[in-house]
């Protein structure tokens, strides 16, 4: 079982910075997928950016390329999103997702484990 934890949300301007982080717990193992989703009310969840649990790939929505940066720890037990030069566009609640296995990185389906969410809000 994995449970996963976000903090990091707030409101901001817009062309300002906030750090997603979601500390993860139980068992991650190299087949997973360790990633964020967000979703404004009304419309599907998306995929922001994935990583595997090695560490070695990403995955970016382009709409997010060159802004936001996921990463994690050594320890592999908390995933970051530093998201910089952010736009009204960005205002969601995001949510923090693992897999259980390798699968399609951007289908809500491959996420077996989500967190509760944290909204990001992002004014002109």
């Known amino acids: 079982q994995v449970q996963l934890v976000e903090s990091g949300g707030g409101s901001v301007q817009a062309g300002e910075s906030l750090r997603l982080s979601c500390a993860v717990s139980?068992?991650?193992?190299?087949?997973?997928?360790l990633g964020w989703f967000r979703q404004v009310p009304g419309m599907e969840r998306e995929a922001v950016a994935v990583?595997?649990?090695?560490?070695?790939?990403?995955y970016y929505a382009d709409s997010v390329k060159g802004r936001f940066t996921i990463s994690q720890d050594n320890a592999k037990k908390t995933i970051f999103l530093q998201m910089n030069n952010l736009t009204v566009d960005d205002t969601a609640m995001y949510y923090c997702?693992?897999?259980?296995?390798?699968?399609?990185?951007?289908?809500?389906?491959?996420?077996?484990?989500w967190g509760q969410g944290t909204q990001v809000t992002v004014s002109s």
């Open positions: 139980g068992y991650i193992d190299s087949r997973n997928l």
């Open positions: 997702a693992a897999s259980e296995r390798l699968s399609s990185w951007n289908k809500i389906s491959t996420y077996a484990y």
């Open positions: 990583i595997y649990s090695s560490g070695v790939v990403t």
